[in-house]
Nanobody
């Protein structure tokens, strides 16, 4: 049974930074790509960033490119999302997800396991 637990969300002013963490358990972490998605109130869940099983390949949504960085520590079975230069439009519940493949994907349906989400609120 795979479990994903996010942490690190909170309230921050525009221009500030937060680092989200997602701790995984249940499977060999390095075998699987991870992703971050987010859902703002009243909107669909959107792709944010993804990282390959080895951590050597990443891909970002255009809206966060240059501001957010995804990384993973396979020894700790944890994936991170460093968020800098935050904007009010980044306000959302952020979810981490794991897909049954080493290869990155931006498609929500490619991911089999999801965390419970962590709230990020950016004030103007």
């Amino acid at each position: 049974q795979v479990q994903l637990v996010e942490s690190g969300g909170g309230l921050v002013q525009a221009g500030g930074s937060l680092r989200l963490s997602c701790a995984a358990s249940g499977r060999t972490f390095s075998n699987y790509a991870m992703g971050w998605f987010r859902q703002a109130p009243g909107k669909e869940r959107d792709f944010v960033a993804t990282i390959s099983g080895s951590g050597g390949n990443t891909y970002y949504a255009d809206s966060v490119k240059g501001r957010f960085t995804i990384s993973k520590d396979n020894a700790k079975s944890t994936v991170y999302l460093q968020m800098n230069s935050l904007k009010p439009e980044d306000t959302a519940v952020y979810y981490c997800a794991q897909r049954p493949s080493r290869v990155i994907s931006s498609r929500e349906y490619d991911y089999a396991y999801w965390g419970q989400g962590t709230q990020v609120t950016v004030s103007s």
